[in-house]
């Protein structure tokens, strides 16, 4: 697979240099400069195909030329190793659930494979180290650190904001060792970020360490999200169920984007919903045709509290030549944290299902699409559930708050050990800390 630039419809690089620079040095997003369909006889016996045998032929189809079959299986098979079930919630409607990763959130797919991925060209290369730098205000840095945790020849570094973060996504931060470092910041997100770019900016560094950013836009991120989409479709089709509407909970539209990828590459999904909280560029855009991003707001959807989203590129892109397709395959939805609380309240009234806040947008979409077309009650509505609710404790009160189920994964963190290292704001601060740091690289 060689990539180009959204900026760029000339370049061609091939897929390793797209994953090790994240972004093309003119700022546009990578894409794929040709999609390849899916293979017929595999789609024609979809509903026989297991996750990972899924997973395997939607990586190979785009891969084959970047990685060897047997390593690519093996890439995969690490990369998703934790179940997506499509969970019943009355006859018509599923919630796609993508929370049983490490972090609790759908961004370990991504980010599992991201890494994997860097470490088996690393090796290629005489196993040369390479630094992963993030910044994060909490969901990211969860998935990133567990998605490299223990993958050899990569340390990574994590900044996060002191008092910013909450105490579950401090503990998946903080308690991984091996090579995860957590580095809390006396400062805000936006501080950390500034030092990361810093970071990637100064000469020094960058002649003593093999810096990189495990950027959410980088293309290793899009595709392993890709398999999720057919491996839903797989588990309806078993259910005699083929028609398909996918509500997706936006915010970057990385999400969307790798289910509109998966379209592409010829899966039969019938419509695409594109649920926002007030931060709604992007379903304006669908309804007026005017792309113009506002900054973001604050809701309870934190993860979505994005006005410019950076994956529409991408997405623009894959609909150049036809965005009235675009508009007929995609709408766009928004609500507002009241209509969010009073979804969380409703579902579990009825289902006794308790619902992320993010995740509540998409069914709010489900519901109002369903209300707007009468005609068509026999089609299934997926929407994707992505993150785990007991992520955002502060959002259930009283029963709900009870019937939030903790999962293992959190509970073992409680008896793990906290290690942080405590920075001011300052850049050499930083500096000194990576280059007199010798934290073991896992193996
Ligand atoms: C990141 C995130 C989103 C938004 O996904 P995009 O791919 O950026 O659109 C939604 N929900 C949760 C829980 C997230 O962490």
């Known amino acids: 697979m060689n990539l180009y630039s959204t900026n760029n419809r000339s370049l061609r690089v091939p897929f390793r240099e797209a994953l090790f620079q994240s972004m093309p040095a003119d700022l546009g997003l990578y894409m794929p400069a040709d999609i390849p369909r899916l293979p017929a006889y595999f789609l024609a016996q979809l509903a ?21 079959e047997e390593e690519l299986r093996r890439i995969v098979n690490e990369a998703v190793s934790f179940p997506a079930p499509v969970v019943p919630l009355g006859p018509e409607t ?28 690393l090796e290629l290369e005489g196993d040369q180290v390479l630094d992963v730098l993030v910044a994060t205000s909490g969901d990211t840095g969860g998935a990133v650190a567990l998605g490299f945790l223990g ?21 998946q931060l903080t308690t991984n060792g091996q090579n995860i470092r957590a580095v809390e910041v006396a400062g805000t997100f936006d501080d950390c970020q500034a030092l990361v770019k810093q970071a990637f900016a100064d000469a020094e560094l960058n002649e003593r360490m093999r810096l990189t950013s495990a950027n959410s836009i980088n293309i290793a991120r899009l595709i392993p999200q890709a398999f999720y989409y057919v491996h839903a479709y797989a588990q309806l089709l ?41 931060n709604d560029t ?53 609500f507002t944290d009241a209509d969010t609380r009073t979804a969380i309240q409703q579902v579990y009234q009825t289902h006794r299902y308790v619902m992320c806040p993010h995740t509540a947008i998409a069914w709010l979409a489900w519901q109002q699409w369903r209300r707007e077309n009468p005609a068509q009650q026999h089609v299934v509505g997926v929407f994707l559930a992505t993150a785990h609710p007991c992520k955002f404790p502060e959002v259930f009160e009283g029963e709900l708050a009870a019937a939030v189920l903790i999962p293992e994964q959190v509970r073992s963190l409680h008896e793990r050990t906290l290690e942080k290292v405590e920075l001011f704001n300052n850049f050499e601060a930083l500096k000194n800390y990576l280059l007199s740091a010798t934290a073991e690289v896992g193996s």
């Open 94 to 121: 599923f919630v796609l659930e993508l929370f049983h990763g490490p972090s609790l959130a759908f961004k370990d797919f991504g980010a599992r494979f991201m890494g994997r991925l860097m470490s088996y060209f």
């Open 238 to 278: 078993r259910q005699g169920r083929s028609e398909v509407v996918f509500s997706v909970p936006s915010g970057n539209f990385g999400n969307l984007g790798a289910g509109l990828l998966a379209w592409k590459m010829g899966l039969p999904v019938q419509q695409f919903l594109a649920a926002t909280n007030a």
């Open 48 to 68: 026989e195909y297991s996750f990972p045998e899924i997973a395997f032929v939607v990586a190979r189809t785009l891969l084959h030329e970047a990685v060897p």
């Open 151 to 171: 993958v050899p020849n990569v340390r990574v570094t994590i900044l996060y904001p002191k008092g910013k973060v909450s105490a579950i996504q401090e503990l």
């Open 282 to 334: 992007v379903p304006r855009f669908l309804r007026t045709g005017q792309y113009a991003p506002k900054p973001s707001v604050a809701t309870l959807s934190n993860a979505m509290d994005v006005g410019n989203p950076s994956n529409w590129a991408r997405i623009a892109e894959l609909f150049a030549a036809d965005e009235a397709r675009l508009r007929s395959l995609v709408h766009g939805y928004s």
